[in-house]
């Protein structure tokens, strides 16, 4: 059989299968996280579904690897790797390391090595322009009048400085300018450019970027790799934070997003297929071999969609562990797409 081959035709019409799901995030309303239908249900459901017909048709499913950050061993390990299996990935790619060393000591692909990815079939996906943590967060602490820091339940937002915050219930709002971050006796908090002078629940209240700096970080990141000749349709989002306020702003400009969840597995369900609210993991770090293994299984038996991370600037990510996995996936008969090519077909 064609590995090269993902739930193709098999008397099932796609846009039948395409019926939606939902995922709500935090709600500034009532401050509660409400929780997402099961979109894996169907697996259990007692009468043949329509992922059994991909089975029963041998379609063995598909993989989208994605690799982070866009650090040189994307094009040094990974890419010679792929090769061998005339497999493509998805690179996430941070604009503002075009331009400069982010100062973390690693070195970044160029536009002319990713310009060579493209060339081989593989995808320039968004990073953001500053690998910035894009989601809101509730406060842990009231804010009372007079207020000039806010406590998060993280503080990612802190830095970089000179950023845009809103501060929302859901009926009133605030904005105010990050000057920078710190712990004091109360914990850890956002240091503001000026004092709040309403007052705020923390329970029902988030701080997130407002929306002309969530545009920036999407909407530029874009712009930019568009401008050194790259096609880019899709984002990874930094921290693997995404929730409604992301989703919200992504969809101005992307199809899809490699990462809505990545505390539910892997293995995403081709029926009610969402771009925005797909499963991602992790294919070398913070896995085992066995668990990469059964995941493989269960895309191969039911015709799945796998999405699969990995930092190649972390030394656990070698090119023979990069090489065993690509090997698992060809043993099984699993097309390894892009995300933009896998959106693409289950849209």
């Known amino acids: 059989m064609d590995r090269r081959k993902f739930i193709a035709a098999t008397g099932v019409s796609f846009s039948a299968l395409m019926a939606g799901c939902s995922r709500s995030g935090f709600d500034v309303e009532s401050g509660t996280n409400a929780e997402s239908k099961d979109d894996d249900s169907s697996d259990t459901a007692s009468e043949p579904s329509d992922q059994d017909q991909f089975s029963r048709h041998g379609e063995n499913g ?6 982070d950050d866009a650090p040189l061993q994307d094009y040094t390990q990974a890419f010679p790797v792929h090769q061998e299996f005339d497999a493509p990935a998805t690179i996430g790619v941070v604009t503002d390391s075009l331009t400069r060393d982010r100062d973390d000591g690693v070195r970044w692909m160029n536009v002319d090595q990713l310009s060579i990815l493209q060339s081989h079939g593989w995808e320039i996906a968004s990073h953001t322009t500053s690998h910035a ?8 602490e009231d804010i009372v009048p007079g207020d000039d820091r806010i406590y998060p339940t993280r503080t990612t937002h802190a830095d970089p400085a000179e950023k845009s915050l809103e501060i929302t219930d859901g009926e009133k709002s605030v904005t105010r300018t990050v000057l920078g971050g710190g712990t004091d006796g109360t914990g850890s ?3 503001l450019d000026e004092e709040i002078n309403q007052s705020f629940d923390a329970e029902s209240t988030v701080e997130r970027y407002t929306s002309s700096e969530m545009n920036h970080f999407l909407g530029d990141s874009k712009a930019i790799l568009e401008e050194e000749g790259f096609t880019v349709d899709t984002l990874i989002a930094p921290y693997d934070a995404f929730g409604e306020w992301v989703r919200r702003h992504a969809k101005q400009y992307y199809i899809g997003v490699a990462n809505a969840y990545v505390t539910r597995g ?5 029926i009610d297929f969402d771009p925005f609210e797909t499963k991602r993991g992790y294919f070398i770090e913070e896995t085992s071999r066995d668990v990469i293994e059964d995941d493989l299984d269960e895309i191969a038996r039911n ?21 065993t996995t690509l090997e698992m996936i060809d043993d099984r008969g699993i097309e390894v797409l892009t995300l933009r090519d896998a959106i693409t077909r289950l849209s």
């Open 62 to 67: 598909a993989v989208v690897i994605t690799y």
């Open 266 to 270: 892997r293995v995403n369900s081709p």
């Open 303 to 323: 015709g799945s969609l796998g999405i699969f991370a990995a930092h190649t600037e972390k030394d656990v990510v070698s090119p023979e562990e990069i090489r």
């Open 189 to 191: 908090y956002i240091q």
């Open 133 to 140: 943590d894009l989601d809101q967060a509730r406060l842990t």
